[in-house]
């Protein structure tokens, strides 16, 4: 691998590099050296890349792994969250579209577009920084980063299945935190529910 | 080519999201694309899901500034 190919390619994606290691690790100066760290640890293991075409994977797996290594150190708990991989079973059937969706409003109104629109980057990034570890990885790496769930399950090591279910759980949790937090700040609307008229009634309660 | 097999709403929101990452095989894809194609409800569920998803890229991306570029540039130097 020639050098300067190397550099190119690693200023070309350092903005990517530094938006997957800052969700990570949940602070810009941890994440600066959480990159600082991946390239030098890319360019050590430069031989490994076997497919140059595969260099965008390739330098992601190292910044997942040198992050989960840094997490299990710190902590010192070497299976953390092991039982993550059952829990958030009810999330996964959450949807934030169900929750603004009106479907009686009249259809010039959209509550699902307007709340996208007043969603701020920071709003998505509390959210996904409250995630648990091994569900915010798979949302880096997924949603942010946007790999495939082949690439995902070789870097973190699991079968497809285990990303497919835990990308699920992980968007639930997310789309849920994210209408949590959307109430409490005001972005949604009461609910507002459609005049119940009883037709029969209607006279008599006429204030 | 065979025709595409009718699917219902909670059969496309199920592979939905799969869909919008280009995870489901070929015949599955056909099928959801093919719903959501006809039913305006999960239509307008598709267009949500994938904003939401623009706006998490959008995330995923943080500008590294001018002095950070300079400090990976010194350690490529040194390669
Ligand atoms: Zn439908």
Redesign the pocket.
């Known amino acids: 691998m020639d050098r300067e190919w190397f550099e190119g390619r690693v200023i070309g994606l350092l903005d990517e590099l530094l938006g997957a290691a800052l969700r990570l690790a949940k602070n810009r100066h941890d994440a600066e050296d959480l990159v600082a760290e991946t390239v030098t640890k890319a360019w050590a293991n430069r031989r490994s890349l076997k497919d140059a075409e595969r260099f965008r994977p390739w330098i992601f797996r190292i910044l997942t792994n040198a992050f989960l290594s840094e997490c299990r150190k710190r902590a010192a708990r070497p299976t953390a969250d092991v039982a993550v991989d059952d829990a958030g079973e009810t999330d996964a059937s959450f949807s934030l579209f169900e929750e603004l969706h009106q479907p009686f409003l009249l259809w010039w109104s959209n509550p699902e577009k307007e709340f996208l629109n007043k969603l701020l980057r920071e709003d998505l990034e509390r959210a996904v920084d409250a995630l648990p570890e091994t569900f915010r990885t798979v949302v880096v790496l997924a949603e942010l980063e946007g790999l495939a769930y082949g690439e995902i399950a070789g870097i973190l090591g699991v079968p497809v299945g285990t990303v497919r279910s835990r990308l699920a759980r992980a968007r639930g949790q997310l789309q849920k935190a994210l209408w949590v937090h959307a109430q409490e700040a005001g972005l949604t609307r009461p609910a507002r529910k459609p005049v119940e008229v009883s037709h029969e009634a209607s006279e008599d309660d006429r204030v | 080519m065979k025709p595409v097999k009718t699917i219902?709403?909670d059969e496309?929101?199920k592979h939905l999201l799969e869909y919008l990452d280009q995870e489901l095989g070929a015949a599955k894809h056909r099928e959801v694309e093919h719903?959501i194609e006809v039913?305006r409800?999960?239509f307008s569920r598709t267009e949500f899901e994938q904003r939401l998803k623009n706006r998490l890229r959008d995330a995923g991306r943080e500008s590294s500034g001018e002095s950070f570029e300079e400090r990976i540039k010194t350690l490529l130097r040194r390669f």
Do not use: D, K, T
Request: aromatic fraction near 0%.
């Open positions: 219902g709403c496309a929101l719903h039913c409800s999960c």
